[in-house]
């Protein structure tokens, strides 16, 4: 069987994305618009299957001011219902789309947890890495990563909820291995962005006490992403299908934005941009 490795790269992008590191420089959160290239995504799955709608949402997001445009090509939804596909699975998806988004100007995230899909996707456009499983469940990723020298997004992920640990002790130890084997690898520390992974691995509640933390996890010195967009804590607060988690998502990444979050990643790039707008527009307006 071929591997994705086989795969000829594309033209060069258009346009030349600014690097992460220069984004978060400016100072303002950052807005990753997420694009799920799957059938079964929890909040729009199959909707974007088709290339050339996943390439016109991306588009579309780009215009309504998303900063990163993140791809994901294997539903990573923690709970039953996932289902695994092959690293071949996942590039076939993502060949048709993943270099024509890479040309909108903005840089392009790989959301994978295998080192063979990162790879294929950071040669053939994609500038940042998003592992759910922070450098801990493929052995290889770290490697991929530290050779192409791009930001990696460590979140954090346990294979299953436990009601009865101290979730954010738990998420400040995962944190401590995943910047450990980051280090070891050779990958620079301003390359690293930390996730605690709201909905991955916790209760509903342990996913709003997380949320609540997001200030604890600055003692590593490193840009935090929080991703509450529509999930599925929201609905425990305020029942509602995962389209109509807008309100929520809003509230939880404006919160974590307060708390020091540098980057959100939403479903609803248009409505986050607006609201943090106001948001800077309202704490510029109140300052002395």
Do not use: C
Request: cysteine-free.
């Amino acid at each position: 069987m071929a591997t994705a490795r086989t795969l000829e790269p594309p033209a060069a992008p258009s346009v030349t994305p600014e690097p992460l590191v220069a984004l978060l420089a400016r100072g303002r959160p950052l807005v990753m618009g997420i694009l799920n290239v799957t059938p079964d995504s929890f909040s729009d799955g199959g909707k974007f299957l088709d290339p050339k709608r996943a390439i016109a949402h991306a588009e579309e997001m780009v215009a309504q001011g998303a900063d990163i445009i993140d791809i994901g090509a294997e539903s990573t939804r923690p709970y039953d219902g996932m289902q695994p596909v092959s690293a071949d699975e996942e590039v076939a998806r993502l060949k048709p789309v993943l270099p024509a988004v890479a040309k909108l100007g903005v840089p392009v995230s790989i959301d994978s947890l295998k080192s063979e899909v990162a790879a294929w996707a950071l040669d053939n456009g994609a500038t940042i890495a998003n592992d759910v499983w922070g450098l801990q469940r493929d052995a290889h990723m770290a490697e991929v990563v530290a050779a192409r020298g791009v930001p990696v997004i460590v979140m954090h992920n346990r294979d299953e909820a436990d009601p009865r640990i101290d979730i954010v002790a738990d998420v400040e130890a995962f944190f401590a291995r995943s910047i450990a084997v980051a280090s070891e690898a050779g990958i620079a520390r301003e390359n690293i962005v930390l996730d605690p992974g709201i909905g991955f691995g916790k209760t509903p509640e342990q996913s709003i006490v997380t949320l609540a933390h997001t200030a604890t996890f600055r003692s590593f010195g490193l840009p935090l992403l929080v991703g509450a967009s529509r999930k599925r804590f929201i609905n425990s607060v305020s029942p509602a299908p995962p389209t109509e988690r807008i309100g929520g998502s809003i509230a939880s990444h404006i919160y974590a934005v307060q708390q020091g979050a540098a980057i959100v990643r939403v479903h609803d790039v248009a409505e986050t941009v607006q609201a943090l707008r106001v948001l800077a527009a309202i704490e510029k307006g109140s300052a002395p």
